[in-house]
């Protein structure tokens, strides 16, 4: 078992940017989480190996208050065999982490936050609707490491309207002098149905062009490789031994349990999902009713999230497991697609596991989905092809 995810559907306030599922009405949290509890005894039998990672994603988990966290934290030990070295990770805002609330992290298992930081420009957090100033966020990780957290990420976010290459290279600047040993960075999606999407729509903002956003990419791979972070994952930076191990499983292909309205499951060979429903969600885990829905993944699935997540990381597609978990034929269908990519240098092929090249990096959507399993006539032809070369 990869891991136990907690999804708490709480936030403060809404940001521009986001397609999370959380509801500011915080006056329902006491019920989420009896419910929460009772998801959590409910579904014990489903884990059967021991849970090296747990995760409170969200929404904002550092809503939670002191008697929240201890009930969540006592039902899980409890009912879970999570190990005593498990990495066990809060998501939280800046402004929520004050000294006091630091402090009652501090007696609980938590030993690594991840803080939704995304910019150290004021101007910019107050586009994406950030409650938190860059000084806020600044003191948070300040405040965390007097406290003795040092296993702590930060989350940025670049690509934004009007945001130039200086101002971006000033948020990786404050970033690397904070000491963090993990650093997440994404570009910025126009997702639909967000208040930035209607910016756009309205033309009140303008998107970054591709080549200012490759450009953003560029130097937020070298500034980080320069300070000694690994880069393990295409938006992912760590420090060695401060790779985020709950997301490095999921990479990985390995199981999770996701609990939570919206939290997603993976069983090795079926996904499901609850609702994205607070009201749902409560009313299913207490009447017993549905409030889940599942999928089997063929075997065609399964191979492309093998690919999806392998060529993600810096460990690669392993190819003698591809053809050991999928057959020879879609592994013939997967070298065959990749042959043209390693030619151009976008791929290559290193410990038997195929992975992107740092050109490849920048166009690793192509990539992926070239490689990815697309119908059986295809394969058939692809593969009947590299057998005539
Ligand atoms: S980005 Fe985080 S804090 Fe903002 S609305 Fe989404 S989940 Fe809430």
Same mark, same amino acid.
């Given at each position: 078992?990869?891991?136990?995810?907690?999804?708490?559907?709480?936030?403060?306030s809404?940001?521009?940017?986001?397609?999370?599922?959380?509801?500011?009405?915080?006056?329902?949290?006491?019920?989420f989480?009896?419910?929460?509890?009772l998801?959590?005894?409910?579904?014990?039998?489903?884990?059967?190996?021991?849970?090296?990672?747990?995760?409170?994603?969200?929404?904002?988990?550092?809503?939670? &208050?002191?008697?929240?966290?201890?009930?969540?934290?006592?039902?899980?030990?409890?009912c879970?065999?999570?190990?005593?070295?498990?990495?066990?990770?809060?998501?939280?805002?800046?402004?929520?982490?004050?000294?006091?609330?630091?402090?009652?992290?501090?007696?609980?298992?938590?030993?690594?936050?991840s803080?939704?930081?995304?910019?150290?420009?004021?101007?910019?957090?107050?586009?994406?609707?950030?409650?938190?100033?860059?000084?806020?966020?600044?003191?948070?990780?300040?405040?965390?490491?007097?406290?003795?957290?040092?296993?702590?990420?930060?989350?940025?976010?670049?690509?934004?309207?009007?945001?130039?290459?200086?101002?971006?290279?000033?948020?990786?600047?404050?970033?690397?002098?904070?000491?963090?040993?993990?650093?997440?960075?994404?570009h910025?999606?126009?997702?639909?149905k967000?208040?930035?999407?209607?910016?756009l729509?309205a033309?009140?903002?303008?998107? *970054?062009?591709?080549?200012?956003?490759? /450009?953003?990419?560029?130097?937020?791979?070298?500034?980080?490789?320069?300070?000694?972070?690994?880069h393990?994952?295409?938006?992912?930076?760590?420090?060695?031994?401060?790779?985020?191990?709950?997301?490095? /499983?999921?990479?990985?292909?390995?199981?999770?349990?996701?609990?939570?309205?919206?939290?997603?499951?993976?069983?090795?060979?079926?996904?499901?999902?609850? *609702? /994205?429903?607070?009201?749902?969600?409560?009313?299913g885990?207490?009447?017993?009713?549905?409030?889940?829905?599942?999928?089997?993944?063929?075997?065609?699935?399964?191979?492309?999230?093998?690919?999806?997540?392998g060529?993600?990381?810096?460990?690669?597609?392993?190819?003698?497991?591809?053809?050991?978990?999928?057959?020879?034929?879609?592994?013939?269908?997967?070298?065959?697609?990749?042959?043209?990519?390693?030619?151009?240098?976008?791929?290559?092929?290193?410990?038997e596991?195929?992975?992107?090249?740092?050109d490849?990096?920048?166009?690793?959507?192509?990539?992926?989905?070239?490689?990815?399993?697309?119908?059986?006539?295809?394969?058939?032809?692809?593969? &009947?092809?590299?057998?005539?070369?």
């Amino acid at each position: 078992m990869a891991g136990l995810y907690i999804h708490i559907p709480f936030c403060k306030s809404r940001c521009t940017y986001c397609d999370f599922f959380s509801t500011t009405d915080e006056t329902r949290v006491n019920a989420f989480v009896e419910a929460l509890r009772l998801e959590a005894e409910l579904r014990k039998s489903e884990v059967d190996e021991p849970v090296k990672t747990v995760y409170f994603g969200g929404g904002t988990p550092s809503r939670l &208050q002191a008697k929240h966290l201890d009930t969540l934290f006592e039902t899980l030990y409890r009912c879970y065999p999570i190990e005593s070295t498990a990495e066990v990770t809060v998501e939280a805002n800046p402004d929520d982490l004050t000294e006091g609330y630091l402090s009652l992290l501090t007696q609980q298992p938590v030993n690594r936050l991840s803080l939704g930081v995304q910019s150290f420009n004021d101007k910019e957090l107050r586009l994406l609707s950030r409650r938190h100033t860059a000084q806020e966020a600044t003191d948070a990780v300040k405040h965390a490491q007097e406290q003795g957290f040092h296993n702590i990420s930060i989350d940025l976010i670049y690509g934004l309207p009007r945001q130039t290459e200086a101002v971006w290279q000033e948020n990786l600047n404050r970033a690397t002098e904070l000491q963090v040993p993990h650093l997440s960075a994404y570009h910025l999606i126009y997702e639909e149905k967000t208040p930035i999407y209607a910016l756009l729509q309205a033309g009140k903002v303008t998107p *970054v062009d591709e080549e200012t956003s490759n /450009a953003m990419f560029a130097m937020l791979i070298d500034w980080m490789t320069q300070h000694n972070f690994i880069h393990y994952e295409l938006s992912a930076f760590g420090k060695e031994g401060f790779f985020s191990r709950h997301n490095s /499983a999921y990479w990985k292909g390995e199981k999770y349990l996701g609990l939570g309205p919206s939290a997603h499951s993976f069983d090795g060979s079926s996904r499901s999902w609850n *609702v /994205a429903s607070i009201t749902e969600y409560i009313h299913g885990v207490t009447s017993g009713e549905p409030y889940q829905e599942m999928e089997r993944l063929s075997r065609t699935e399964r191979y492309n999230e093998f690919i999806l997540t392998g060529l993600r990381t810096t460990w690669g597609v392993n190819l003698p497991e591809l053809r050991y978990r999928f057959g020879e034929e879609l592994y013939r269908y997967c070298l065959e697609n990749a042959r043209k990519h390693i030619d151009r240098n976008l791929l290559v092929t290193e410990k038997e596991a195929l992975k992107l090249t740092r050109d490849g990096l920048f166009i690793s959507d192509g990539i992926m989905s070239d490689l990815m399993w697309v119908g059986k006539s295809t394969i058939n032809n692809k593969i &009947q092809a590299y057998e005539n070369s």
